[in-house]
């Protein structure tokens, strides 16, 4: 199993840690300030150890809140807009229904029209496939003659009608949850055969150098050779995850000895293991593989899979919710123990599960924390991690461990190493102000519910979404939950806290979810992204704008 969340970040705090805000030993040419797209702020503390500055995550919240009001207020207003737009960020005609599409998202009041740059970015490498090449993969993962076959159910429309096959078509929930978020629009959408992995987890996995090779043909309105298609472009004498790393990345320096990873600066770098060797999986290396266009539920970087809305668990019973002034000082998190198989050849400890219940658990001496003045000028204090621990979480696993191995010993040692506690039904969790999710063995499917609530939601990342708006983003490894929680609940003393900001971005992330996340506009991403898969499916060899809208 892999560990890793879709974005991942550096996991080792005395090399330097973000929340926001990056604890540096940077010399003084490093930038004091640098923000990051994924709602991160890198500042060079010793630059302002001696001078007043305002915290930075104000700065992080007055940025936010600029983005979003320029996102809404950029959204195409008609369809001719809409299309120059679409033609701006992809460099390529929107696909043939581009304009029922269109027509239904607006008379459904879709909100964020343009905002579709995930799924076109997912959708972008299979374009330097020839058509019939991509009409042979996609059989092939239909028609049951791949390595994947026995964790695919096909989802088949015909004039409107759903049906379903495949090996997983009668297992678990999720097919028929699939028919359910499609059959409102199946009448909309072309003849179509779509071949979804049902598993937690990405499958595909592709090397830098193959897609690369494939964005150079879209690039280049080409499609790749013979050979390039046949070559999936390993790099010789690397395995696994390695592969997935442009030959320019920190990981390819580290690992042919040329780069140190004490030396790496970490200030405005990107945030995956690509960039960061330290976080990089420790068991479950993939094999990398030609492109195919499996749709999934989950895509991790260095994966071809096409990006699907997982309507798991969208309706799940949300409990009773409190006002915010009722709720509890603390972020909050209970879940099981999923994420990684717990036995003796895998390193379980470094799962992020495992990781958040000792972190919040653990007494490890004292630690810096960040905090503001009365004049949300930027302060420090030195905390005792035992005393910060009991003030600001209330984190544990649930009743007993799963997904372990009991005969070498590892169901024991997790019970005996990490804190359990009773299940928490969702009134209980809603009885804090700050909740923390964090994926299992794939995407979280309780994100939904916790942005319901009027509580504040912490996340590593979530992509549409605004950061510092509609949620607090944390990094990996956790070693800015003390700044963040001394910002918004205050130092051990309760001073100088932001309570109205966190309920701020509680009420702001409740209302994403009841006005951008509906199943309607789950269906919008599906109705565009299947328009997309059908054009690559019958697109004609002579005329390959024969598919796209004119």
């Known amino acids: 199993r892999y560990h890793l969340t879709t974005h991942s970040v550096q996991s080792i705090s ?56 320029l996102k809404l207020e950029s959204q195409s207003k008609d369809f001719t807009t809409a299309v120059s737009e679409y033609r701006r960020r992809n460099n390529r005609n929107p696909p043939k229904g581009y304009d029922r599409w269109w027509t239904w998202a607006s008379k459904n009041n879709v909100k964020l029209l343009d905002e579709y740059d995930y799924l076109h970015n997912s959708i972008k490498p299979f374009f330097a496939l020839p058509p019939q090449v991509f009409r042979q993969r996609a059989s ?26 495949g090996q997983q078509a009668n297992i678990g929930p999720r097919p028929n949850e699939m028919i359910e978020l499609l059959k409102d629009i199946a009448h909309l959408l072309p003849d179509m055969d779509i071949p979804i992995s049902g598993e937690d987890l990405p499958a595909v996995s592709v090397s830098a150098r193959n897609y690369e090779h494939h964005i150079d043909a879209v690039r280049n309105s080409t499609f790749l050779s013979p050979h390039d298609l046949e070559d999936i472009k390993d790099h010789h004498g690397l395995y696994g995850w390695s592969n997935t790393c442009s030959t320019q990345s920190e990981l390819h320096k580290y690992l042919d000895g040329l780069q140190d990873l004490s030396s790496l600066s970490r200030i405005g770098v990107g945030q995956s293991y690509i960039h960061d060797p330290l976080p990089l999986p420790t068991f479950t290396q993939p094999k990398v ?10 895509k991790l970087n260095g994966f071809a899979e096409l990006p699907l809305s997982p309507p798991s668990q969208f309706n799940q019973e949300m409990g009773t919710d409190l006002s915010w002034e009722e709720k509890l000082n603390k972020l909050f998190w209970r879940g099981s123990t999923t994420g990684t198989f717990f036995s003796a050849i895998n390193n379980w400890r470094m799962s992020q599960r495992t990781r958040l219940v000792k972190f919040s658990n653990e007494p490890r001496g004292n630690v810096t924390v960040r905090k503001t003045d ?96 509609h949620y607090i983003p944390v990094k990996v490894d956790y070693q800015d939950l003390y700044d963040i929680m001394a910002f918004f609940l205050g130092d051990p003393n309760g001073l100088n806290g932001h309570d109205n900001l966190g309920k701020q971005i509680g009420q702001q ?42």
Not at 45 to 59: K, L
Request: net charge neutral.
């Open 14 to 69: 005395n090399l330097g840690s973000r929340l926001g805000i990056l604890r540096s030993t940077a010399s003084s040419k490093d930038p004091q300030v640098v923000h990051s797209q994924d709602g991160y702020l890198y500042l060079n503390d010793n630059m302002y150890r001696n001078q007043p500055v305002i915290h930075p995550i104000i700065s992080l919240i007055n940025n936010a809140t600029r983005a979003w009001n």
């Open 140 to 165: 092939a993962l239909v028609n049951q003659q791949t390595k994947w076959s026995f964790m695919i159910f096909v989802v088949s429309i015909r004039k409107g009608q759903l049906s379903l096959s």
């Open 289 to 298: 593989h030609q492109f195919f266009p499996l749709f999934g539920f989950t």
């Open 374 to 469: 009365s004049q949300d000028n930027l302060e420090y204090f030195e905390g005792d991690t035992r005393e910060l621990n009991e003030k600001y979480f209330d984190i544990g696993f649930t009743n007993t461990p799963v997904q372990c191995d009991i005969n070498d010993g590892s169901c024991q040692a997790i019970q005996n190493g990490y804190v359990f506690k009773p299940f928490a039904e969702p009134s209980t969790m809603n009885r804090f102000k700050y909740l923390l999710d964090v994926d299992g063995n794939g995407w979280s499917g309780r994100f939904h519910r916790l942005m319901s609530t009027k509580s504040a939601i912490l996340k590593r990342y979530a992509d549409r979404v605004q950061p510092w708006y």
């Open 509 to 550: 992330g409740q209302e994403w979810t009841q006005e951008y996340w509906r199943m309607t506009d789950m269906q919008a991403y599906m109705y565009l992204l299947l328009l997309e898969y059908s054009r690559l499916l019958n697109r004609d060899p002579e005329d390959l704008y024969s598919m796209d809208y004119l």
